[in-house]
């Protein structure tokens, strides 16, 4: 007869209901290994521009806009991560890249130096191949009716370009690459496990070697050990073909181990922008702070709680002034958030924050994390 497993008090904050108690402080500090930072180099030109990018919907007869003038550069090699909450415009900005949907007139969007027309079907096969994307969802991203050959055979053909005669020698390479076996190609994505399926979508997106890949939550169907062996697929296919990523997420773990910059988005905006390490470790913009404090941590950190009140506001109603005022937890006294929209100012590692207190400022009132060794 089964019998319930007891809780086990670990300390003052935390109780754990396993048979496994003393293993569970070493499994959940190896849920993600540490990020290697790679070197990238920003002297030349960027891969990938973007200057005031703005995209409006109209829904019941008014102009919703989703995004808002970003201006972002990833540069060769480079993973900038995009980071926010759901409906901050981050798949929309994506879909804009990618011409899945077309931006606002004006909007200016420049790959290897020259302007992106505004939707795929403009584009040159050279432009489509440059651009991929993995989705979050491999289930609907993949045709469950053709076997993995097909589907990797058909982007080969089709994008990479590659002979008929030499189709069965690349499908095999682009698989071992993405650490799939040869008794994989005649499966159909119903055979596959998540993770297997979220191998073959990356085998697919890097058929016709392109230039950058588009990760919109690549990961966030998949178990914690699944992550780890996905992000370290993607970093190994990074420092093999020096392609760029720019990597969607909600999960800050999975951002922090694979970008060199990081973008966090907040109703449509660009909030702030910068190395990993400081956007991460501090100074960083109120909202940033929020989502560092709202993270999951199993050890205990130290960190002083932050809670956001509410839900983000709607893009049909945005707030007037700062747009995270209304659940700033450093609002400012008086009336200057609520009634002026703070610019993005420059920050000293080249980074930019969009808030009225000053940098040196949010330096001195964030409390700076301290981690058990």
């Known amino acids: 007869m089964l ?48 200057a005031g990018v703005s995209k409006t919907f109209e829904q019941g007869g008014k102009h919703i806009k989703a995004v808002r003038d970003v201006s972002i550069e990833v540069y060769p090699g480079e993973t900038l991560g995009l980071v926010g909450e759901s409906g901050s415009g981050k798949t929309t900005l ?34 489509i191949r440059g651009i991929q994307i993995v989705f979050q969802n491999p289930d609907s991203a993949l045709n469950r ?18 002979p008929s005669e030499t189709v069965n020698e690349e499908l095999l390479h682009i698989t071992s690459a993405v650490r799939l076996t040869e008794r994989h190609l005649d499966m159909r994505p119903a055979q596959l496990s998540g993770g297997l399926k979220q191998r073959v979508a990356i085998a697919r ?19 914690v050990s699944v992550q780890a062996a996905i ?30 910059r990081i973008a966090v988005m907040y109703l449509g905006r660009i909030m702030e922008l910068g190395p990993a390490e400081r956007v991460f470790d501090g100074p960083h913009h ?21 809670r956001l009140e509410g839900e983000i506001p709607s893009a049909v109603n ?28 420059a920050t000293p590692d080249g980074g930019v924050i969009r808030c009225h207190i000053p940098y040196e400022e949010l330096a001195a009132v964030q409390v700076t994390v301290s981690r058990q060794p």
């Open 205 to 223: 997106a890097f058929a016709g070697k392109p230039r950058l890949v588009v990760c919109d939550e690549p990961t966030s169907s998949l178990d």
């Open 145 to 162: 009716r053709h076997s993995v050959r097909r589907i990797i055979g058909r982007s080969l053909r089709r994008l990479g370009q590659v």
């Open 318 to 345: 945005v707030p007037s002034g700062c747009v995270f005022h209304t659940r700033c937890p450093r609002k400012l006294e008086g009336d200057v958030c609520s009634t002026i929209e703070p610019p993005l100012l």
């Open 286 to 306: 109120p909202y940033t702070e929020a989502l560092l404090s709202a993270a999951p941590s199993v050890d205990g950190d130290g960190r002083v709680r932050i």
């Open 94 to 127: 994506a879909h804009s890249i990618l011409g899945l949907t077309a931006p606002d007139e004006g909007s200016v969007i420049e790959f290897g130096k020259e302007p992106l027309p505004p939707v795929t079907r403009r584009r040159s096969i050279a432009q």
């Open 231 to 260: 992000l370290n697929l993607l970093g190994d296919l990074q420092r093999d073909s020096s392609t760029s990523y720019l990597f969607i997420s909600h999960d800050l773990r999975v951002v922090r181990y694979l970008s060199d």
């Open 3 to 50: 019998t319930e497993v007891p809780p086990t008090v670990i300390d003052d904050n935390r109780m754990v209901r396993c048979h496994h108690t003393d293993q569970v402080e070493r499994m959940a500090a190896a849920e993600l290994p540490v990020g290697i930072p790679s070197v990238v180099d920003r002297s030349g030109a960027p891969l990938l521009r973007l």
